[in-house]
């Protein structure tokens, strides 16, 4: 992981066309919390911004 997590989120997130109030759905986590990531107001832990990442790639393999 780089000090970019919120910008690599969001990117990914996007090309997956996907809403924070949607990926939260999926995530079972809030918009607010997406939105505070982006903005690298908040950052989760580093091993759960790995299992994040590797999630929304799984995510976009499948879709």
Known sequence: MNNNFGKD???LRTSLGLTQEELGKILL???NT???WELE???PP???QK????KLE???KSS
């Open 41 to 43: 107001i908040r950052t």
């Open 51 to 54: 299992l994040l990442i590797e």
């Open 9 to 11: 989120f969001k990117q």
């Open 46 to 48: 580093l091993y759960v």
């Open 29 to 31: 986590i809030s918009r």
């Open 34 to 36: 997406i939105r505070n």
């Open 58 to 60: 799984n995510l976009s």
